[in-house]
T-cell receptor, first 112, second 114 residues
């Protein structure tokens, strides 16, 4: 049973425009959320996180928004750059320490 | 630091053979995780250790899978006997007890069982 869902397997965006990646979750006990980025033949690397006490967290070009009532979070990348082309995974955890549940990932392609 | 180190990077073996995957976590990290990534199931947690002690192995698919962490700098994931459906990329990750859940992943081992 997938408790973390990324319903868009792929996203194509022009360089300089905004990339919006979406993630939905079903477990109301989740209170910590992370985004990871993965290049081919490499392991995932941590990108940004947010706890359930916040609704927004920003780090440079990356912003994560959390809507707890809708059990939905999104990652905004502005402006998108060619180096952002990768697979992005959403992950969630219950409690201050818990196992991470990962979504299936979204392949982002940034075109010139 | 060199990051999480995994070996081998690629492994091709025949069905029925024993496979051992190795991981060296980042020095000072006290949590170690083994994940498997497949097209069908995505990235799934198999087992994790805290201070070399297995905490949760509920993700280990079958008794054919076993994992050990004899010391803070080394862990193995063993599959015996291997089957074609075990073909996947296996990742090791490590983290601090920092509460922020950020895990550092190794490059993975691509396992192919023929």
């Amino acid at each position: 049973d997938q408790q973390v869902k990324q319903n868009s397997p792929s996203l194509s965006v022009q360089e300089g425009r905004i990339s919006i990646l979406n993630c939905d979750y079903t477990n109301s006990m989740f209170d910590y959320f992370l985004w990871y980025k993965k290049y081919p033949a490499e392991g995932p690397t941590f990108l940004i996180s947010i706890s359930s006490i916040k609704d927004k967290n920003e780090d440079g070009r990356f912003t994560v928004f959390l809507n707890k009532s809708a059990k939905h979070l999104s990652l905004h990348i502005v402006p998108s750059q060619p180096g952002d082309s990768a697979v992005y995974f959403c992950a969630a955890s219950a409690g201050s320490w818990g196992k991470l549940q990962f979504g299936a990932g979204t392949q982002v392609v940034v075109t010139p | 630091d060199a990051g999480v180190i995994q070996s081998p990077r690629h492994e091709v073996t025949e069905m029925g053979q024993e496979v051992t995957l190795r991981c060296k976590p980042i020095s000072g990290h006290d949590y170690l995780f083994w994940y498997r990534q497949t097209m069908m199931r995505g990235l799934e947690l198999l087992i994790y250790f805290n201070n070399n002690v297995p905490i949760d192995d509920s993700g280990m698919p079958e008794d054919r899978f076993s994992a050990k962490m004899p010391n803070a700098s080394f862990s193995t994931l063993k599959i015996q006997p291997s089957e074609p459906r075990d073909s996947a990329v296996y990742f090791c990750a490590s983290s601090f007890t920092s509460g922020n859940l950020e895990q550092y992943f190794g490059p993975g081992t691509r396992l192919t069982v023929t």
